[in-house]
């Protein structure tokens, strides 16, 4: 349910938020930059800290990235056409769908990728409640590629619901599939491979 492309779209975008940072909903800054940027002493502390175990450090990035996120307007987005007919059941949807993500790349792996690698801001636009972060990603080879947030303004601060890794948006690509299982199976049949995937064991 994850492609090659995807999988390094959201490594990437993990290595955005660890490097750049996100900032707590206490103290919103004005800005979806400066969202984006805010908690980069936190989240490389984290990352930097010898004394804390991969589990731990796991966790505390998932602490400090998840909330980030506007996890209902992403999955409203990633059912599309589907959301109007399907949205009493988001409390089914919802919970799979961010376990998926999480297990698909918040894992140990995409933390070590983290390390290395440098992070550009280059600018940002904003249109009313809707805005864009531009960034770019350089790996430790010194290949560059471009990242852009896709932030929407809430009751809590600016949100992350989607993300574009040289043109590929991460909501997209999900989107794709879950409307080609829903279209030639159903919803209770995405909800099955969405619990399936997110209990597979690792190996």
Known sequence: MTSPRLTMAFALLLVSCIIGGFSSADSAPATPMETIRSALKDAKAVLDDQALSP?????????????????????????????????????????????????AYLNFSMLEAAKGMEIIFLSERVDGDFAEVFTK?????????????????????????????????MISSYRTQFNKIITTSSFDELLKRLKEKVEEKEG
Request: hydrophobic fraction near 40%.
């Open 55 to 103: 589990f731990k450090k796991k966790t505390r990035i998932r602490e400090i990235i998840m909330p980030q996120f506007d996890t209902r307007e992403m999955a409203k987005r990633a059912l599309g056409i589907h959301w109007p007919k399907y949205k009493d059941r988001a409390d089914e949807f919802i919970p799979l769908f961010v376990a998926l993500l999480e297990k």
């Open 137 to 169: 990603v350089v790996t430790k080879n010194g290949a560059p590629h471009t990242i852009t947030y896709r932030l929407l303004r809430t009751a809590q601060g600016w949100k992350v619901y989607d993300i574009v890794i040289e043109n590929i948006s």
